[in-house]
């Protein structure tokens, strides 16, 4: 047995329009998977279902916004549809607004705390259950170097991925015993839309990749193996855990 082939099974990926989502639903389906890609721009997930299907995969797209806790049972619905299960969760939709402590306001901490934290959460209970009829499911949240470090403009970001790390845990607790690991990763620094002003200051990318201790910030395709491992049954007795892939920038 191929402990990492996902032939049969089902990823949702949140997020998955760009960045490291779209690389995971890259890896996930060259393993085997199916995804359903949610994001809220249509031609971006257009883009990316026909390069997946143009190698072979199968792939959906679901247009919705996360922004809205409300629409959750809808959108849930809607991502059953095409094969009615869904075996893998990837939790990657985020945002990170980076204001400094004096600018954080009570709207923003809520966008920053509902898709990062809240939505993660409320998404795998709603999935749950159907994953405990089959005995077998996989949660993948995305938490982050603000799980571990605290930077000045990551108030609402730290506290939303400080909160993953735990949420991970607890997720874990509850649901291990129905055959469910729920794990996060917590990539280091990666070159997508979310980091494009940190990347685009030169010396600032090179401050961060001198932290790490392969001496590079990561490339998306670094994320690969990872994904694919928390997402099959070679990660099967390992649950409640936060893998950092980062370089060693938190092994400092
Ligand atoms: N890039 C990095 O270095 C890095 C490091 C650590 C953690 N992360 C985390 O990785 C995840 C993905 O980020 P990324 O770096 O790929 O950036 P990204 O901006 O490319 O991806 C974030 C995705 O979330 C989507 N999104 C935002 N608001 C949404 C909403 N209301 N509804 C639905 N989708 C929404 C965006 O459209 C985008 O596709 C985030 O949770 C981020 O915090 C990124
Ligand atoms: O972009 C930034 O300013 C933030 O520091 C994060 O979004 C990081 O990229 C990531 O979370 C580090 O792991």
Redo the contacts with the bound molecule.
Sequence with gaps: MNCFDLTGKVALI????????AQQARALTAAGASVVL????QNRLDELQLQLQASGAHATTLA????DLAQLDDIVSRCMEPWQRIDILCN?????LRQHADEVTPESWDQTLD??LKIPFFLAQKLIPQMALRGWGKIIN????QSERAFANGIA?GAS?GGILQLTRAMAQAWSSKGISCNAI??????????EPVFAQGDLSQQLADQTAIGRN?QLSDLDGLCVFLASHGSDYITGQTIYIDGGFTAK
């Design positions: 949140t997020g998955a329009s760009s960045g490291i989502g949610l994001g809220r721009r919705a916004d996360l922004g990657t939709a985020g945002v990170n898709l990062n995305v938490a982050s170097l970001y991925k917590a990539p280091g620094f990666f070159p997508t839309e979310l980091t990561g």
